[in-house]
Nanobody, 121 residues
């Protein structure tokens, strides 16, 4: 099992930027896929982006060109750089770890508690 702790959320105005971090611990970091999901109030959890140990990356269409995911394997950390934020990006952002690069929640078996991102108009 992998333990995940997110940080970096906060309140930002529309058009602003935030950088989320997720530190992984508990098992070997490198073979894992690390992904980001988000959940807005009253809505289902939604895939955002993911990166595998080889650096392959996938993004949800709604964040392409605005969000960038990266990882620092030496520091067991994955990042989500979010630019040009809009109120529609307001949600709790969760980090997740799995073994298969994909957009389905079921492929991830470890989850962080999440960090709140609020974008004001």
């Amino acid at each position: 099992q992998v333990q995940l702790v997110e940080s970096g959320g906060g309140l930002v105005q529309a058009g602003g930027s935030l950088r989320l971090s997720c530190v992984a611990s508990g098992r070997t970091f490198s073979p894992y896929v690390l992904g980001w999901f988000r959940q807005a109030p009253g809505k289902e959890r939604q895939f955002v982006a993911a990166i595998n140990w080889g650096g392959q990356i996938i993004y949800a269409d709604h964040v392409k060109g605005r969000f960038t995911v990266s990882r620092d394997s030496a520091k067991n950390t994955v990042f989500l750089q979010m630019n040009n934020l809009s109120p529609e990006d307001t949600a709790v952002y969760h980090c997740a770890a799995g073994t298969v690069l994909g957009i389905r929640q079921q492929t991830y078996n470890s989850w962080g508690q999440g960090t709140q991102v609020t974008v004001s108009s």
